[in-house]
């Protein structure tokens, strides 16, 4: 079998996760695995139409694509995500349409599942047959349970592709057109407030709505908006993930991230994020900015602040997305005030809902409602913790920030529940004691949380 290597890394050979492949090559030599650099090459794909048409040709007369790719900030590298912008922008979808597809990546299984999910309908969105991906924690090669596991995902895929097996679709095709918010003309209100309100928009000329939305809501805020265009700010290029910020929180590109970070964003009381949907995601510049916030290691700087969105494009369709949003607000321990998108026909409900969203936003600012995280942030928070704990000596500012926050919360620090669990332990060893634990434990475990409804 042919399979093309799609590999998004900007590790380029210096990749983990391309080293997986490089193991599939050396076990399965009867089949081609050929790489193709995308991650490390994505400023050549994007400027030279010649190498682009080459990869093009190399997906051609391929029988399946193999997406290789490190998760990045919930998703995929912004360098691949520019790829996959490049190949519906340039009408490039016939050369990958019923091929099959599925995805391999390393990671630490942090929101390794919305990367999956996310590369799995963009692949359906190509025409291709995907199938379900290899998700491998970053140290996986080095376990021989877990090699022979890759090995065998590698042969059920191209099993499917030889047999030509049916594949369930997943994902719904998107309906991208929005309908035209046409706003009223909105008053100005005053700015009597002092709030510090950043917006962080990539809105370009054509992103008319997006435009508009944000414009009502910056009238509507009886407050200064700070607005800012990613788009205008000078960003030297992906992340590279080389971890060199580990130390001290310092990127080596020196360019426009840091000084806004430092003279905007931290001191932010609210901080708004503006989009259009492009590929089921926002922008590829959008994508560029978060993961190069990585900078700031595992560390929720931001926390405390306010939240919100506004978004151009098919949100609803894209339950993917909400949650990845979701995710930024409840991991970054910024409550979210909320998301506005532009999906309604009707224009006076939007703008209401900006209206909304901006007298909210206030409120929140001023009560400091904190955020009430779910899974997403109670389950990332530990895996986070753990990953920081462990690799210290390469996330020395993370580390500092976690032990000065009181982050490294694990449960065997809290000396009162070691006891109490040792002695019930104990106790309910003992068989005739069981039944007489069984019977109470409903009662007792209630009694602190009556209590507490008592004493209000
Ligand atoms: C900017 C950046 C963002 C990352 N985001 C995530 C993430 O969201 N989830 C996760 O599990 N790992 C994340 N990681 C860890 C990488 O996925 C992991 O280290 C991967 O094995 C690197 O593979 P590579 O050497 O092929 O680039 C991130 C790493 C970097 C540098």
Same mark, same amino acid.
């Given at each position: 079998?042919?399979?093309?290597?799609?590999?998004?890394?900007?590790?380029?050979?210096?990749?983990?996760?391309?080293?997986?492949?490089?193991?599939l090559?050396?076990?399965?030599?009867?089949?081609?695995?050929?790489?193709?650099?995308?991650?490390?090459?994505?400023?050549?794909?994007?400027?030279?139409?010649?190498?682009?048409?080459?990869?093009?040709?190399?997906?051609?007369?391929?029988?399946?694509?193999?997406?290789?790719?490190?998760?990045?900030?919930f998703?995929?590298?912004?360098q691949l995500?520019?790829?996959?912008?490049l190949?519906?922008?340039?009408?490039?979808?016939?050369?990958?349409?019923?091929?099959?597809?599925?995805?391999?990546?390393?990671?630490?299984?942090?929101?390794?599942?919305?990367?999956?999910?996310?590369?799995?309908a963009?692949?359906?969105?190509?025409?291709?047959?995907?199938?379900?991906?290899?998700?491998?924690?970053?140290? &996986? $090669? %080095?376990?021989?349970?877990?090699?022979?596991?890759?090995? #065998?995902? +590698?042969?059920? @895929?191209?099993? *499917?592709i030889?047999?030509?097996?049916?594949?369930?679709?997943?994902?719904?095709?998107?309906?991208?057109?929005?309908?035209?918010?046409?706003?009223?003309?909105?008053?100005?209100?005053?700015?009597?407030?002092?709030?510090?309100?950043?917006?962080?928009?990539?809105?370009?000329?054509?992103?008319?709505?997006?435009?508009?939305?944000?414009?009502?809501?910056?009238?509507?805020?009886?407050?200064a908006?700070?607005?800012?265009?990613?788009?205008?700010?000078?960003?030297?290029?992906?992340?590279?993930?080389?971890?060199?910020?580990?130390?001290?929180?310092?990127?080596?590109?020196?360019? &426009? $991230? %840091?000084?806004?970070?430092?003279?905007?964003?931290?001191? #932010?009381? +609210?901080?708004? @994020?503006?989009? *259009?949907?492009?590929?089921?995601y926002?922008?590829?510049?959008?994508?560029?900015?978060?993961?190069?916030?990585?900078?700031?290691?595992?560390?929720?700087?931001?926390?405390?602040?306010?939240?919100?969105?506004?978004?151009?494009?098919?949100?609803?369709?894209?339950?993917?997305?909400?949650?990845?949003?979701?995710?930024?607000?409840?991991?970054?321990?910024?409550?979210?005030?909320?998301?506005?998108?532009?999906e309604?026909?009707?224009?006076?409900?939007?703008?209401?809902?900006?209206?909304?969203?901006?007298?909210?936003?206030?409120?929140h600012?001023?009560?400091?409602?904190?955020?009430?995280?779910?899974?997403?942030?109670?389950?990332?928070?530990?895996?986070?913790?753990?990953?920081?704990?462990?690799?210290?000596?390469?996330f020395?500012?993370?580390?500092?920030?976690?032990?000065?926050?009181?982050?490294?919360?694990?449960?065997?620090?809290?000396?009162?529940?070691?006891?109490?669990?040792?002695?019930?332990?104990?106790?309910?060893?003992?068989?005739?004691?069981?039944?007489?634990?069984?019977?109470?434990?409903?009662?007792?475990?209630?009694?602190?949380?009556?209590?507490?409804?008592?004493?209000?």
């Amino acid at each position: 079998m042919n399979i093309a290597v799609l590999a998004g890394s900007p590790k380029g050979e210096m990749s983990i996760t391309l080293h997986y492949v490089k193991y599939l090559q050396k076990k399965l030599p009867e089949h081609e695995f050929r790489v193709i650099q995308i991650g490390s090459q994505i400023r050549k794909l994007e400027n030279d139409a010649a190498a682009f048409q080459s990869v093009l040709d190399e997906v051609r007369r391929s029988d399946a694509v193999l997406w290789c790719f490190p998760v990045y900030v919930f998703l995929l590298p912004s360098q691949l995500k520019r790829f996959v912008e490049l190949v519906f922008a340039r009408y490039a979808e016939s050369a990958f349409v019923g091929k099959y597809a599925t995805a391999l990546t390393t990671s630490v299984h942090f929101f390794d599942h919305t990367a999956h999910n996310y590369i799995r309908a963009i692949s359906e969105d190509l025409g291709m047959n995907a199938v379900a991906g290899f998700s491998a924690d970053m140290e &996986d $090669l %080095l376990k021989p349970a877990c090699r022979d596991n890759l090995v #065998a995902f +590698a042969g059920n @895929f191209i099993r *499917t592709i030889a047999d030509r097996s049916p594949v369930e679709k997943v994902f719904v095709s998107i309906n991208s057109d929005v309908p035209e918010y046409k706003p009223p003309e909105i008053p100005d209100v005053p700015k009597t407030g002092t709030r510090r309100i950043v917006l962080l928009t990539d809105a370009g000329e054509a992103d008319i709505n997006l435009h508009r939305m944000t414009d009502v809501f910056a009238r509507s805020l009886p407050n200064a908006v700070d607005v800012v265009n990613i788009n205008s700010l000078d960003l030297k290029g992906g992340c590279l993930g080389c971890c060199r910020c580990g130390e001290s929180n310092i990127c080596v590109y020196h360019d &426009d $991230l %840091l000084p806004l970070f430092r003279d905007k964003l931290m001191s #932010a009381e +609210a901080i708004i @994020f503006a989009g *259009t949907i492009r590929s089921r995601y926002l922008s590829a510049r959008w994508k560029i900015f978060f993961d190069r916030m990585f900078f700031n290691g595992h560390a929720p700087v931001l926390m405390g602040k306010q939240m919100a969105s506004i978004v151009s494009g098919p949100l609803r369709q894209l339950p993917n997305l909400r949650q990845i949003l979701e995710a930024e607000s409840e991991m970054g321990r910024m409550h979210l005030a909320g998301i506005v998108t532009d999906e309604d026909a009707d224009s006076a409900r939007i703008t209401a809902l900006l209206k909304d969203l901006a007298a909210r936003l206030l409120r929140h600012v001023e009560e400091h409602t904190p955020v009430q995280p779910t899974f997403l942030g109670v389950g990332g928070h530990k895996i986070f913790r753990d990953l920081i704990y462990e690799l210290r000596f390469v996330f020395k500012a993370d580390y500092l920030f976690y032990a000065k926050h009181g982050l490294f919360d694990y449960p065997q620090k809290n000396i009162r529940k070691r006891l109490q669990t040792g002695f019930f332990s104990l106790l309910t060893a003992i068989p005739a004691f069981r039944p007489a634990f069984y019977r109470m434990a409903n009662s007792k475990m209630l009694e602190p949380y009556q209590k507490v409804v008592d004493q209000a």
